[in-house]
């Protein structure tokens, strides 16, 4: 349970509006990692996580995305992004980051969910490990915003293969479908990091949508 409720996650984080423009549904690969956080620094402050995955999609861009565990805001999630990747040797990838995608509860809201404030930025993230092979040893992360604000990842993995999934595209739902399936994603999401039991999982989603459904789509 604990497992499938993760890629759910992973899909939730994948629906984010890219630039505020409408959600993104062109990720045709993700991998989720097990392990520790050592280091995240988000414009000088310092945040522990939750989950920790790298998206690419059919664009060509990819992304390290960071859940944050941040108890005055469970909707805090920041990705590292760009489309210049670099594989110098085999355990060895490289992303040079040209933007932060910056996610929290007081952002503008597209189909009822907030949308990602864009930084544009310049840094890098490398990762020890393979895909291929699922095995990864260490990420790390490091750029700057062209107002000087700094991010920072350190993240050490427990040893565990990660989860990596390949997505074939299939027709879009229609809009009103699709945002309830993101709602229902992002209550997962929420349920996971309160710690609610399997079991009271259903009951924990269904008062979420309902609270949901009350907000104003343009709620900030």
């Known amino acids: 349970m604990i497992s499938r409720l993760v890629l759910l996650i992973a899909v939730a984080i994948t629906c984010w ?8 549904y062109d990720v045709d690969m993700y991998a989720l990692m097990s392990g520790t956080c050592r280091n995240v620094n988000i414009a000088g402050r ?7 995955a790298y998206f690419h999609t059919q664009s060509g861009r990819s992304e ?4 944050l565990d941040d108890p005055a805001d469970s909707s805090h999630i920041v990705s590292f992004s760009g489309e210049s990747v670099g594989r110098t040797q085999d355990n060895l990838f490289e992303l040079a980051v040209d933007r932060m995608l910056l996610k929290s509860k007081d952002r503008p809201r597209v189909d009822g969910l907030p949308s990602p404030l864009v930084e544009m930025s310049t840094g890098s993230c490398r990762q020890i490990g393979s895909f ?13 915003d062209r107002n ?15 989860t990596l ?4 595209q299939s027709a879009l739902p229609s809009e009103r479908r699709r945002a309830r399936q993101i709602a229902q994603l992002e209550c997962r999401l929420k349920a996971r990091a309160a710690q609610i039991l399997p079991r009271d999982t259903p009951a924990f989603v269904i ?3 309902g609270e949901d459904d009350g907000k104003p789509d343009n709620q900030q």
């Open 148 to 162: 000087g604000k700094t991010y920072e990842l350190s993240f050490q993995s427990d040893g565990s293969p990660m």
């Open 207 to 209: 008062r979420c949508l």
């Open 132 to 144: 291929v092979t699922r095995q990864v040893s260490s990420i790390s992360c490091a750029a700057t």
């Open 64 to 67: 390290f995305t960071v859940v």
């Open 165 to 168: 999934r390949k997505l074939r």
């Open 17 to 24: 509006p890219a630039l505020a423009a409408g959600p993104v």
């Open 46 to 52: 310092n945040y522990t996580c939750k989950a920790v």
